[in-house]
T-cell receptor, first 113, second 112 residues
């Protein structure tokens, strides 16, 4: 299993600014993912965070808007850049192992005004 | 492209009832299927993981089955309680892309 923490737990930001969300895991993990959950919707994968290389982004998500870092096997950050009200969502970090169980952090609730 | 569908979208039952949540997926090229629970405004809690070679998994009052060939899974909740009220999400870990694909979820309300 894995215990995941995220910072901040919530934030209210102004349009045009950027927010960096941190994800910390209590053990080394192969796979780390970032998801977005818009109000009333299910989860959509933003990208897979790869240790030591660029993240792999899903269709509809780009690095300029959602830059991701993963400096080691226990930590990753997601930045939401040049925010607009449409970016208001819950952002979740998840970790796991190939063919194994996936674990999720508590999420970061972002409101953009 | 993998698509995951959950039926019903919402369910309201009296306390004590046994209930079944359904999940279907379009592509059988999966490593596993996982059921999650999400409480309002919270993250996801893993309930059960079924590997593609397995038929079912049980944890307490929960039992999940998997029929990979037909692309179906069910989550059975026995003797439901008000504390079971939450959104239940089904997700498959796809072989191509190595990622989870989620269904839209079933919102469950158990009335006392």
């Amino acid at each position: 299993s894995a215990v995941i923490s995220q910072k901040p737990s919530r934030d209210i930001c102004q349009r045009g600014t950027s927010l960096t969300i941190q994800c910390q895991v209590d053990s080394q993990v192969t796979m780390m993912f970032w998801y977005r959950q818009q109000p009333g919707q299910s989860l959509t994968l933003i990208a897979t965070a790869n240790q030591g290389s660029e993240a792999t982004y899903e269709s509809g998500f780009v690095i300029d808007k959602f830059p991701i870092s993963r400096p080691n096997l226990t930590f990753s950050t997601l930045t939401v850049s040049n925010m607009s009200p449409e970016d208001s969502s819950i952002y979740l970090c998840s970790v796991g192992w190939l063919m194994g169980e996936q674990y999720f952090g508590p999420g970061t609730r972002l409101t953009v005004t | 492209k993998q698509e995951v569908t959950q039926i019903p979208a919402a369910l309201s039952v009296p306390e004590g009832e046994n209930l079944v949540l359904n999940c279907s997926f379009t592509d059988s090229a999966i490593y596993n299927l996982q059921w999650f629970r999400q409480d309002p405004g919270k993250g996801l809690t893993s309930l059960l993981l079924i590997q593609s070679s397995q038929r079912e998994q049980t944890s307490g009052r929960l039992n999940a089955s998997l029929d990979k060939s037909s692309g179906r899974s069910t989550l059975y909740i026995a003797a439901s309680q008000p504390g079971d009220s939450a959104t239940y999400l089904c997700a498959v870990f796809v072989e191509y892309g190595n990622k989870l694909v989620f269904g839209a979820g079933t919102i469950l309300r158990v009335k006392s």
